[in-house]
């Protein structure tokens, strides 16, 4: 066993890993051959389940603490001093054997919609890696890096961040080429300080650009992006005018039809995508396709393909009811937008079922009034608040304590012609509420 005071080096580490390329941190994953790393967090401690893993059929296991080592397990267990900043400098490692294009992702909204077009689109034409699911933070996006192999031609990595310094942090062992930031809204604003934090804390993602000769992916529509974006050496546009590539939403009820009204794509794509706030996120699928240089029909066919999942912005069909399940995640913008977007949907009844909005600091209160009031704006069948600040702020509407509550009144309900728009932020589980809808039928 290495100790952390014997001679250890990534070199020696990306030998092993040539040979055993599947990184695992979950013990209850572990196959034949991974290569397990001991990481800690709040709850867990990956150091006391090292042996496990070997035992489970790990090759071997990096830890960072002291550990009982038996005799049989010795030439297989390394100790370091850190297992995360292990595993993030072998990321770099395994990222600088590449000279393909890295395009990284970031902003408060639909990054992953995002990430998932535009790897549609360019899997058309490239051999593309990307980020599983949202893998989007600190461990997630090395193991997104090791998991790309010497095929790859294209690698596009989503970027999460809710406190300054996090971007820039995922820039230097990633080190993109080419970045987009979808927007910047008031997301995760107990982390960052604010909205001009959240600016600041998105915008190194184009401080690295900028220093780094990279390209930038800018919606052209949104003044703040054009200021950022400034002094980047090759910026390519995307909007609903005024830049490279132009395009409006025909319609987004049930499912958003875009115009492009400029650029190689000519006429109209047809997406199985919900609500036109999804528009800028296609744009920027077209976008990227049309930069490398992805045949027009092959963009079409990328987007018009593509099948939302787990909880965003689907529509799912039961009997005659409509659910627009987009319960991934929430906050104050995508909220507003999600609503906004409900309102012009067509349907016999609507009911809200909306899940409180987490890590919004001192803002919180005020800006879950702010939604209470946009929703009595307009008419509803029923209104369900579900959780979080909602339940401090007086309201006429139906108000449960948490999803299991809400999915009992669901349950007892008989719906005909309805739609509803399912949405709260991902501690709400707001899915669990249309349980009942899912299983009839």
Sequence with gaps: MNDSHSPFSID??????SDHSNICTDTRKVRKGDIFFALKGDHFNGNNFALQALDNGAAYAIIDEEIAVPDNHADRVIRTNDALTTLQSLAAHHRNQFNIPFIAITGS???????????????????????????????????????????????IVE???????????????????????????????????????????????????????????????YE???????????????????????????????????????????????????????????LAAVCLGSFFKVDPASIRKGIEEYEPSNSRSQLIQKGNNLIVLDAYNANPSSMKLAIENFVHFQAGDKIL????????GPDSLAEHQQIIQQIGKNKWKNVVLVGGDFLKIPNPYLSFSNAEEASNWVAS????????????????????????????Q
């Design 224 to 282: 703040y992006l054009q200021q950022m974006s400034k002094g980047i050496g090759e910026v390519y546009s995307y909007g609903t005018n005024h830049a490279d590539i132009t395009g409006i939403a025909e319609h987004a009820s049930p499912f958003l039809k875009v115009r492009i009204t400029k650029g190689s794509l000519a006429g109209t794509i047809q997406t199985r995508l919900t609500g036109d706030y999804n528009l800028p996120n296609v």
């Design 413 to 440: 309900q008989i719906f005909d012609n309805t739609a509803f728009l399912v949405k709260g932020s991902r501690s709400m589980q707001m899915e669990k509420t249309i349980q009942s809808l899912l299983q009839n």
């Design 12 to 17: 020696k580490l990306y030998q092993i890993f």
């Design 353 to 360: 079922l909306l899940g409180g909005m987490m890590e919004l």
């Design 109 to 155: 909204n639909g990054k992953t919609t995002t990430k998932e077009l535009i790897h549609a689109v360019l899997s058309e034409k490239y051999k593309t890696y990307t980020t599983e699911g949202n893998l989007n933070n600190h461990i997630g996006i090395p193991l997104t890096i090791l998991k790309i192999k010497k095929d790859a031609q294209i690698a």
């Design 159 to 221: 970027m999460g961040a809710n406190h300054l310094g996090e971007i820039a942090g995922y820039c230097v062992y990633t080190r993109p080429t080419h970045g987009l930031i979808t927007n910047v809204g008031k997301a995760h604003l107990e982390g960052f300080g604010g909205p001009e934090g959240v600016r600041k804390g998105k915008g190194e993602l184009f401080d690295y650009l900028r220093a780094y000769g990279g390209s930038a992916f800018v919606m052209w529509d």
